[in-house]
């Protein structure tokens, strides 16, 4: 395992935190001009939020590995390595029928392939600072929650949904919505726990005496 320490770790997250950030960047300013932009509804996507965030998060760890509450930032780590998750694999799942709309290939690769990896590799190699427990990790389905919440309350006052598998209509109706909502609450559910499983594994490891 390697170690948050490590120069080439803090380089790397460093960097691939910058670039989820500049993506995005790179996307509103692609954007902005055109005659029907909206900066609400550009951020009301989970995949522009999750990505702002986990870029965020990869540059303070790798600018600042040492600082900072250990417990609560493998926490936060966690949780953004189950919501990139997230992003990728409705994207393969719901989402790839290969029109990209207004989304820059490369933009589109970043925020739904890279990152999402990036998430995964760095909570797999990099050594865990603290245990996670299982009833904090299921704390991270309130993010989901809100975001859904949200998504709906103000697609019901606009219209605007920003994912298709919201609107009923393209999904056969309400039913339609539950059941996507349903699946997504529950595959987020088991990698909240197969993430915290496989960093406290890692934690009870280095923490374990040497044999006798």
Do not use: C, K
Not at 62 to 84: K, S
């Amino acid at each position: 395992m390697l170690s948050s320490g490590a120069r080439g770790v803090r380089l790397a997250r460093m960097l691939l935190g910058a670039l989820a950030v500049v993506a995005v960047g790179r996307q509103f300013f692609a954007e902005v001009g055109l005659a029907d932009f909206s900066p609400v509804n550009f951020f009301s996507y989970f995949t522009i939020l999750s990505n702002i965030a986990a870029g965020l998060l990869l540059f303070r760890l790798g600018a600042a590995p040492g600082l900072g509450n250990r417990a609560v930032l493998e926490w936060l780590r966690g949780g953004m390595t189950v919501y990139m998750a997230t992003t990728g694999v409705v994207f393969a799942l719901l989402l790839d029928d290969g029109d990209l709309g207004l989304t820059l290939p490369w933009v589109n690769t970043v925020m739904h392939r890279v990152i999402p990896l990036v998430m995964l590799v760095d909570w797999l190699l990099v050594r865990p600072r603290a245990r996670v427990p299982y009833g904090r990790a299921v704390i991270w389905l309130t993010v989901p929650l809100v975001y859904v919440v949200y998504a709906l309350g103000r697609g019901a006052v606009t219209g605007w949904f920003p994912y298709p598998f919201l609107r009923p209509e393209q999904v056969g109706g309400v039913g339609g919505v539950v059941l996507h909502l349903f699946a997504m609450a529950v595959g987020i559910a088991a990698a909240s726990l197969l993430v915290a499983w496989l960093g406290n594994v890692r934690q009870e490891r280095v923490d374990a005496p040497p044999p006798v």
